[in-house]
């Protein structure tokens, strides 16, 4: 039996915000805090949780007294916004905390999703052509042909992105650009669209991670263009994306599978994450038969609800949900004199 621990699980108070409006009308809201701490607590280890709050004294105070031998890091935004999640990591390092997940280096470079692009080409790894636009201006720019796609910079979950982000045009290009600046504020991301299959592949560990089996979600059965992982399909329960399998592929070469699990790996330490993360990719094959895979965005810390692709992609590998949280806290142990002065 593992040895029994302290642990403090981090979260965003919106989420319990969320979970109230979702009851109120009669619709599912899973919380992944909630059933991480009720797990480890099945475990026989010692959990409580602590929402985080735009009251930031709040969460210096709490992190100053915490004695707990692990903070189960869980904290993605702050009152749902995305953009200070890297500095709730940096004050558990300042602080000197043992945390599960990566550091707030991990965070920058695999959240800001242009930045990430770079180190992935100079890597090597394959990725769609993008350029950024910030208040009009131009700030990188690659040479894009259309069909393109148009998100925000710096969010995460699917947030942004809808039918209407694959464009096809100019006119329609700078109207979403327009609405991304509108509604989010902040740099837009602009990249070619990948025609491919939606593929997740799932790395856990430090300095010697490794990949899990890859998971698709199978959208060829959706008779709607364009077919992503949006909005709709992540939280529409009507929608044909939603109801849209996740599948185990088979049909995959194995040297192409070997390939996209070594370019999830490479990423993945490219960015200097630790502790575990999701690695979302497109595959498709081309004309002549190859294949290739690019990467569309690396996600540290990602969903341990128990129905996501990563607990799923755990579960093949061999490891149950209260086994996978074991790992993820050993991992974050094994982290703990480096944190040390």
Known sequence: ?????RITVLYDAAEDVEKAKADKEGKPFPLAYAQVAEALTKRGHAVQTFAVTKKIRNLVSLVDRDTSDVIFNLCEAIASSSQHEHNVVGLLELFQKCFTGCGSA?????????LCKKILQFHNIGYPRFCTFEKGKVEWADDLEFPLIVKPLNEDASIGID???VVDNIKDLLERISYIHQQFGGVTLVEEFIDGREIYVGVLGNDRPEAFPILEWDFSNVKDSPKIAGSEAKWDRDSEGYKS???FPTDIPDGVVQGIKTAALTAYQALDLTGYARVDMRLRQRKGGKWDYPIIEVNPNCWLEKRGEFVAAARKHGLSYPELLERII???????PQLSP
């Open 330 to 336: 050993e991992l974050a142990l094994a982290r703990r």
């Open 245 to 247: 399998p996740e599948v």
């Open 106 to 114: 991990g965070w920058l470079l695999a959240g800001n999703k242009a």
């Open 163 to 165: 039918k209407g982000s």
């Open 1 to 5: 039996m593992d040895e029994k621990r």
